[in-house]
């Protein structure tokens, strides 16, 4: 840990203060609103070794245990020269604290045969028999079987009857207990959507979709599973959380088990959510793949609603001429043959119409589909090339690290969104001019 001697000096005045403010009789009394406190707490955070490995209680903990041991009595003299010994001691107990946990989720209705691993997620079929489903999630969360079939008979008492009955998707994460109880339900929610977007952004109605109409049946005999479990090797650190969104996954996953389909997706994952510096860019796509999962699962009015609106976020904000904005932009964003790009266009150009007859004259949308044709409809083309520009981030953000010059000192929380609205803006001028 590299500290200069200004942030040195800092930190000690904020330790001192907070000490002075706090040490009563050899003890430190805690004052959690405190601004003495909160002022450490916040300068220790922006420490990169602390930032990722965080706990509230922890560090406060790993703050008064440091102070406590120069000083027991008050004044508290903390010196620049004392500062990067207490800071390596407080990472320390930080570190002793963090663990390694497991997320369980059913996800109903998934469609797989073999087990997949991409990192660290684990997809365990519905067809495994029940000691091997416990084997497994024994050799993830580090326990013994028993130990495993113990507590996973407690979720099924206490939570979910037919739990282990469901196809399983484990998420392995190695955080603080407080922050994996706190994150879990996000977590599992980003990569259950995920999975959707890449389902219908590359393999709905293409030859690589394996989905039988069956499995449904299959499940609808069993008690819906509300839970997702947290397991670890020490009982401590094991929870339950109320599964607070459709955890379902409905179609054939198989295509998961691809060498290519998986770097695809996990390098999608770290790069939207688990890269942890969270921006006005990233957020933008973060909460369009939110939005996605919603207009899959509404009627054709409100989806077209939606997917339009997804548009909007990503390629129109503070722009007017929308409808034209959009239709024109994607053909070309996504750089499609220049054969296919006017038919997109017109596509696109149809969707917002009726999204627009809809909102202003409550027109209900209206879609055209073939029985005896298997292409999908004009929503359904529409919505795979919303998914498909959301599964583009990646290879967004390569552009925008292209065009910020290293000179400009716009905020970095809006930098990247700035320049993404100049790099659409110019395909759209390009075109007009």
Sequence with gaps: MDFTLTQKKKLASLINAFGNSSLKDGEIEIDYDGKPLQNVMQSLYEIKEIKEIYDGDILVYGIEKEILKKH????????ENDVEEMVTEIVETLKSNVADHLIVIPIKSAQFKNLIKIDNLSFIPQNY?????????ARLAKKTLDETTWIAEHTEKSRSQDFLKYPLLCIKQTHQTSTVHYNSLNIAKIIIFAIRCFYYGNI???????TSIMVSFEESSLKEASHLAIYSKETWRQNHKPLNFDSSVPFDISWLESKEMKSKFKKFIE???????????????????????????????????????????ILTRNRNEKR?????IIPRLMKYPKNKQSKISRDF????????NFVHSGESVTI????????????????KIIAQIILNYQNFEKILEKNIPENDTTNNQTKRMKYWEKYVDSIFQNIIY
């Design 129 to 137: 028999s029940r000691k091997d489903k416990l084997k497994i999630i």
């Design 324 to 328: 034209l904005r959009i239709s024109a």
């Design 349 to 356: 150009d149809e969707l917002y119409h009726k999204r627009n």
């Design 368 to 383: 055209d589909f073939n029985f005896e044709n298997s292409e999908p409809t004009l929503l359904e083309a529409g919505r």
């Design 204 to 210: 709905n109605k293409t030859s690589k979709d394996k």
């Design 271 to 313: 790069r939207i959510y688990f890269d942890g510096n969270l921006d006005d860019f990233n957020v933008c796509f973060l909460n369009s793949l939110i939005l996605f999962n919603d207009s899959i699962k509404q009627n054709t009015s409100i989806s077209t609603i939606i997917t339009m609106t997804i548009a909007e976020s």
């Design 72 to 79: 027991q009595v008050l004044p508290v003299q903390i010196n």
